[in-house]
């Protein structure tokens, strides 16, 4: 008689140690708080069906994993860490606050993501404790005033800045992140969307280039009667077209050591005049060079 052993298909092969040990790897590749079955069938080896047939369900496929405290895990609400965070010193809360920014890659952070990637403090533990703006600078984090209108030019030079940073034009999601201050909503609202914004941007350079042709003179007045025109090479103020010019031409990295944000966060590209400007020196491109800060600073006394 023909062997009529019942047998689930597609399992002959398969080990329940084989299936621990797929969906641990998946695990480590999607790196979240909960390994659902949906995203764990877009990496895995083994089918979600067959994963079911051997353990009964996905929690018990989880819990044979050893990944069922991971799935129970979840952030707790905003009234429970406000009940919570009473218990808690004033240094633990405000390392807490730090840290979660700190996660963000961020300099400053809202109650709103506070609440959503802290485990241990909401925001209204941070106001109740010390009222959230003064929370925020004992944390020695940066305080983004709520529902700041922004200047043209404050969102030019921040958008210079980080274009520096990533030595590439930033994404909306990069200019979101630090070392940018002024969120995507400011640029939409005031351009009418991210990319009139970044052509409004590349308007301004081209304007403020400091080439003769497309660029007037400042016009001072002396008396009521009478006007003198300064060019932009006799200011020692850089224009933002040129500052973007010279770092372009520089690939926005420190023409002496050449170190720059993209590789070390922590340096600041600085446009410096090779001839100071105090001896005669002219903002002209030929003049202008791209120094990192450290570079700036432990100049000559001879050169500014």
């Not at 003064?134 to 969102?155: F, H, N, Q, V």
Request: charged share 30%; with cysteine.
């Amino acid at each position: 008689m023909a062997n009529m052993n019942f047998k689930l298909k597609g399992m002959s092969n398969i080990s329940k140690d084989k299936i621990i040990e797929d969906i641990i790897r998946v695990d480590k590749i999607v790196n979240k708080k909960i390994l659902t079955k949906k995203e764990y069938c877009k990496y895995s080896r083994i089918s979600g069906n067959t994963v079911n047939n051997y353990f009964g369900s996905w929690h018990e496929a989880l819990t044979a994993a050893g990944l069922q405290n991971k799935s129970n895990h979840r952030v707790p609400t905003s009234k429970q860490k406000k009940q919570e965070g009473k218990f808690l010193s004033n240094e633990d809360i405000l390392k807490e606050l730090k840290n979660t920014a700190k996660k963000l890659g961020k300099e400053t952070i809202t109650m709103k993501e506070l609440d959503e990637n802290s485990t241990l403090i909401s925001g209204s533990t941070v106001s109740g404790r010390f009222g959230w703006k003064k929370g925020i600078e004992l944390a020695g984090l940066k305080i983004t005033p709520l529902g700041k209108r922004y200047s043209d030019e404050e969102c030019f030079n921040n958008l210079l800045n980080v274009w520096s940073y990533y030595g590439r034009q930033p994404t909306t999601e990069e200019i979101k992140k630090s070392p940018s201050l002024v969120g995507p909503k400011a640029y939409t609202k005031r351009w009418g969307s991210w990319t009139k914004a970044l052509e409004g941007f590349v308007e301004e350079v081209n304007k403020t280039s400091g080439e003769a042709k497309e660029i007037k003179p400042t016009t001072i007045v002396i008396e009521k009667n009478q006007k003198i025109s300064i060019k932009i090479e006799d200011k020692r103020d850089i224009p933002i077209g040129l500052r973007y010019k010279v770092l372009s031409r520089d690939n926005f990295k420190c023409v002496i050591c050449g170190d720059h944000p993209a590789s070390n966060p922590k340096c600041k590209l600085h446009i410096d005049h090779i001839e100071p400007f105090s001896k005669g020196g002219k903002t002209k491109i030929d003049n202008l060079r791209t120094l990192c800060d450290r570079c700036n600073i432990g100049k000559s006394d001879n050169i500014e």
